[in-house]
């Protein structure tokens, strides 16, 4: 079993309050949890108006699969929100059992 895990910061330069900030992560983790196979929330960052930190993760039984599934999410943020700006990310593939 392979899990993989990715971070991932955003910035929205426009937001002006946590409830606008709130309405883009609903927004992101509703769409990923609909098109992905992924768990993904907010796991830092939340005083910050304009600052998101999401944790995604997924379970796969090949490293492969897993850094594919978690790099076409990151790519899919990027692509279709253009109200915000990708800071940076990270991932690990952890194999485990």
């Not at 929205?12 to 609903?26: A, D, F, H, I, Y």
């Not at 830092?44 to 379970?59: F, K, M, N, Y």
Request: net charge negative; glycine share 4%; aromatic share 4%.
């Amino acid at each position: 079993m392979n899990i993989g895990a990715c971070k991932l910061r955003l910035r929205l330069p426009e937001n002006q309050s946590l409830k606008g900030k709130r309405q883009v992560v609903k927004s992101i983790t509703e769409r990923v949890k609909n098109r992905y196979n992924v768990a993904i929330a907010e796991v830092d960052d939340q005083e910050l108006w304009q600052i998101i930190t999401l944790g995604i993760t997924c379970v796969s039984t090949s490293p492969q699969h897993a850094n594919e599934v978690l790099s076409r999410v990151v790519d899919f943020i990027e692509k279709t929100r253009l109200d915000v700006e990708m800071l940076d990310y990270e991932m690990e593939i952890l194999h485990a059992l």
